[in-house]
Every structure is written in C-alpha cells, then in structure tokens.
C-alpha cells in the first residue's frame, strides 16, 4: 500500500490521528482512526487525493453518509461525522468495528450450516428492510459488504456495509452516469444489468438470495470465469441447482433460494419481509425473532403495504411446527400467497343470490310462526273450557252438602293461569268443551239460573 497517502500518526480534518490503514481501493481509502479529544476509536473512509475526482464520484461517496445515517437499524454501521479535510478530501467517519466480513469467513471456512448461514441473512434483511422502508436500494449487497461482529453480549452480530451506489428514490441530486452498471456482476439481478435506472427492493432480494446460496454451497449460483460470462448466466440461464453441492439441504430450501432468483422480478417475493418469513422454518431459535421485527420495520416505515407484515408475523409464530417432511417443490411460505382480485359480477351475483335466500328465511319464519300462535290460542280456550267444567262440577257437589261445605268446595278450585295472546294474530273462535261426567252419574243439566240448580 506504498500508494496510499496515508501513513500512521497522520491526523485527518485536525482531529483523527490515524493508527493503521485497513483497506485501500482504487478511489479510497479505510483507516483506523483515534479522536484526538475523545480518545474514540473510529474508522475513517476517504477519497484519496492526488487524482482528479469527478463531481459524480463525489456525490457518491457523500450519499453514502446520507443514507446510513438516516436508518437506526442495530445492522447497519453508524456513521458518526461527515466533512472535508484541508485538501477538500471529502471523508466520512463511521463506527468502528471488530472482526471480519462473510467474505473472508467465506474463505476461510468455504461454507456454513444452513441454520447459521439464514440467521445472518436474517440480521441483514432487518437493515436492507429499513433501508427498503426509507426509499433506498442497497444495490451492492455481497459478502464483502456484511460485516461479522459481535455485540455487547458476545452474540454474532452482521452489519450491513457500503451504501455508496445506493439508490434513493427521493433523491434530489441526479446522477450524470446513473445509467452505467453499478454493483458486483455475480450478486446482481437481470434488471440491474439491462436497466439500472428500474432497479427497485426486489434487486436486494434478489443479491440476498445470491448471498445465501454462496454461504451455504461455497460458490454462487452463476459461477463463470469473466464478467460477460456471469452476466449472460444470470440474464438467460438458471441457476445451479443447489443440491448439486449440497444434497443434504432441508426440505424446501431450496425453493426459497429460487424464489429469490426468478429472472422476472414480479415472481421473486415482494420485500425482505416475505423473505425473512420463508426462511423462518429453517432459522436456529435465536434468530427467529428476526423475521417480527423485519415485518415491524418494514410495516412501520411503510413499505409497500402492511399485508405482508401480517403474513409474516404468522409464519413466523408456525415456524418451530413446520412438518419436517415438507415437499421441497412447495415450502411453507405464508407470505408469498397472493390474492386474486374478486370480479365484480360474481359480487353482484353472490349478494342477489344472499337476498333471495334471506327473503326465503323471512317467509320461512313468518310460516312457522302461525302455526304456534294458532296453538296458543287453543290452549288458552282449552283452559277456559276446563274452568267453567270445573266450575259445573263443584256446584253438583255443594247440592250433596251445606252452604258452607259448597263454599269450601268453590274456593278450592284450582286457578289456570292465562296464556297471553300472540301479537298480530287474531283470536281464535272460543268452542266451550264439555267435560264428560263422571261414570254411575246422570250428565248434568244445564243451570239457567241459581234456583234451579235446587230444585228436586
């Protein structure tokens, strides 16, 4: 790195001494760097000086700055100040960070377990679904860009990188070569290739698919030797198959992947949040609660619809159940199920066809109801009839005894209450029953008045 002009003990902007150079490119440079007040350990990224920088590449190293620090996310690394230095060397100073990014673990370890591969995945999709939210596409997600650390509880914690080629969509600064291919060929999606000014959310999705299947097979899915290679894979062929270097997948992973990789964007799933719940069912349970809050950050920002918030919330509760067993060609994705719209004929047909039955159910009812009232109505003049027969009875009675015993006789007899009348319904004809007499006696004749009723 004798090119870079930077050296240990250099102090940037007259307040960052810098301790020792981390990476350099073509246009910057990272250096590790100590306030000379504060004593804070930062990481500095600055364009190098000595070559003429065009305003295009200037105010894409600035946006950077502006799109990080406007997400909170604990995945994405914060950004702590923003200047130029004497030499009008624009310079952004960020967290500083401990450990490696998955390209290096990539290389040393070559792959990783399927269920620590989705939990870092997973970590990524909650800082690429707040950028989502904001209005801005990452567009340069890869290994190099997803940094491997660990916080304060020691737990592996990835920060997602380099948001330099990021695109804004409220952006108020259009960029002259905006049109030019930016990104990584091996991570980005065929629109990105034929039509970077269209790229939106779902070219993200796109690289994060690309990302998994790399950590878990150890290679990407369109592998080629040049650039134009990988690029006409990736516009026109399939992907590898992943069971070609990993046979032992689980069930419907795979899918997941592919759904992520469909050539036509319309087909892949609709934001991270429909992503982190496909790959629920196979993240470690330290990781699942990942996949609510990339729903809470995607839904709260406003990104593209709370529908999917909800589905994902669901898969992620039925996640630890899924069915081991579980078709590889059908995975349990509760978000990607789409709802075709309903035509507008076949609600008209289903609400005249719900008043037809409804009216049917009234007459139905209105039927039923005569008949009860009808019965009432002869219950009531039943009742009536045993009472005045009751009454015949008790006054034969008292012709057999005294005055006072014939009293006792009519105060004993019994009371039959009144059945209220049906509304609406008009009075039955009262038809006065006979009770038949009692055997070994002569019936009754009828009392015109009280004097008869003792005569011999």
């Not at 350990?41 to 600035?62: S, W, Y």
């Not at 989705?118 to 567009?139: F, M, S, T």
């Not at 997600?141 to 990021?166: E, Q, R, Y």
């Not at 049917?360 to 005045?388: G, I, Q």
Request: charged share 20%.
């Amino acid at each position: 790195m004798s090119h870079v002009p930077v050296r240990p003990g250099d102090v940037l902007a007259r307040k960052y001494r810098v301790e020792r150079v981390l990476g350099a490119g073509a246009m910057g440079v990272v250096v590790a760097a100590r306030h000379v007040e504060l004593g804070q350990l930062v990481a500095v990224k600055a364009l190098l000086t000595g070559r003429a920088v065009i305003p295009e590449q200037h105010e894409r190293f600035l946006r950077e700055a502006r799109a990080a620090v406007r997400l909170k996310s604990h995945h994405v690394a914060r950004v702590l100040d923003v200047g130029a230095d004497e030499k009008d060397a624009p310079y952004i100073v960020m967290e500083y960070l401990e450990g490696q990014d998955l390209a290096a673990v990539l290389k040393a370890r070559r792959i990783l377990p399927f269920e620590e591969a989705v939990a870092y995945v997973l970590q990524a999709c909650e800082a690429v679904g707040e950028a989502h939210a904001a209005g801005i596409v990452h567009r340069d997600l890869k290994p190099a860009n997803l940094f491997l650390t660990h916080d304060v509880s020691g737990a592996p914690c990835v920060k997602v990188l380099d948001f330099g080629i990021s695109k804004v969509a409220s952006a108020d600064v259009a960029l002259t070569h905006e049109s030019q291919m930016l990104g990584s060929p091996l991570y980005m999606s065929p629109e990105q290739m034929t039509a970077p000014k269209s790229v939106d959310a779902r070219s993200d999705v796109w690289a994060l698919g690309v990302i998994l299947y790399q950590l878990v097979a150890g290679r990407t899915p369109f592998h080629a030797e040049t650039v134009h290679a990988v690029s006409a894979l990736v516009v026109a062929r399939e992907p590898t198959p992943l069971g070609h270097h990993r046979p032992d997948a689980p069930p419907g992973f795979e899918a997941v992947i592919r759904r992520c990789l469909v050539k036509d964007r319309e087909g892949r799933f609709r934001d991270v949040a429909e992503l982190a719940a496909a790959l629920a069912p196979y993240a470690p349970a330290e990781a699942r609660p990942y996949v609510e809050r990339v729903a809470r950050v995607v839904g709260a920002r406003g990104s593209r619809g709370s529908s999917s918030a909800g589905m994902v919330a669901a898969a992620a509760t039925a996640a630890p159940s899924m069915p081991v067993g579980a078709s590889p060609s059908a995975p349990v994705v509760a978000s990607a199920a789409r709802k075709a719209p309903v035509p507008l004929g076949v609600l008209i047909a289903s609400g005249v066809a719900a008043a037809v039955v409804a009216g049917l159910l009234v007459v139905f009812v209105l039927m039923k109801r005569e008949p009860v009232a009808a019965s009432a109505a002869v219950v009531e003049t039943e009742a009536a009839a045993v009472v005045v027969a009751d009454a015949g009875a008790g006054a034969d009675a008292g012709a057999d005894a005294d005055a006072g015993a014939g009293a006792d006789v009519g105060a004993a007899l019994p009371v039959v209450p009144t059945v209220s009348p049906v509304p609406e319904v008009a009075p039955a004809k009262v038809v006065p029953v006979v009770k038949p007499p009692a055997p070994g006696k002569a019936p009754a004749k009828p009392a015109k008045r009280t004097e008869d009723l003792y005569a011999p």
